[in-house]
């Protein structure tokens, strides 16, 4: 089990918390693969902690579906499911729609200049190759969309399904720039579509930017 020796440690945390973080990333980046077992005393001593928080990491991370893990016996990497694709990027693509739908009538100029800067760092990211932050670039800038639209329930819902759309996403910003680069583009036409109040075009554009790439995904795995 191949574990970086040289990351930086998330500061301000506790082992618990900084065990958690570590680890996700690395499902996420594939530094742990699919169906990977992942050994508690390893993990432990690469962190520089007990074993305590990484047991209670793997409870965070089975929670959210990144592992499986069987009492007595061991902890796996979930595997990538194909057919979860479909599923997780159709149900996304709908709250985020109707959060941009929300977002066009209640969004103010300075608002707009965030999302135009964010979707700045976006591309740079994506043109540096730095896929990992690109994704939680693409993150603040729905995430924002979403706190704009004043509805806790889209929030709610939008950030349950994030954790697990995760690593499609990653796997999807590590495709050539050709590819990623059209995500700039409807980042782009989304902030277009609201800066001219338009809710019907910013629903359709910002529901296209979870399907294309839900339809590129499953056809790359």
Do not use: C
């Amino acid at each position: 089990m191949p574990v970086p020796k040289d990351f930086a440690s998330p500061i301000r945390m506790s082992a618990k918390e900084r065990a958690f973080s570590l680890i996700q990333r690395w499902i996420i980046d594939g530094t742990l693969q699919p169906g990977e077992k992942l050994i508690d005393a390893e993990l432990a001593e690469s962190l520089g902690v007990s074993r305590t928080p990484i047991r209670e990491a793997f409870q965070l991370l089975e929670v959210q579906g990144l592992v499986s893990t069987h009492p007595g016996k061991e902890t796996k990497v979930t595997v990538i499911e194909k057919v979860d694709i479909f599923k997780l990027y159709s149900t996304m693509a709908v709250l985020q729609g109707l959060a941009a739908e929300m977002t066009a009538k209640l969004i103010v100029p300075e608002q707009l200049e965030q999302l135009r800067a964010i979707n700045l760092d976006f591309a740079n990211a994506i043109s540096s190759g730095q896929a990992y932050l690109a994704m939680e670039i693409d993150e603040q800038f729905h995430n924002l969309i979403v706190e704009l639209s004043d509805n806790p329930y889209v929030a709610s819902f939008s950030a349950s399904l994030q954790i697990h759309i995760r690593r499609y996403k990653y796997l999807f910003l590590k495709q050539p720039n050709t590819t990623t680069q059209a995500s700039v583009e409807e980042h782009a036409a989304i902030i277009a579509a609201f800066e001219q109040k338009d809710s019907e075009r910013a629903h359709v554009i910002m529901k296209q930017n979870f399907i294309r790439p839900m339809q590129d995904l499953h056809g790359l795995l």
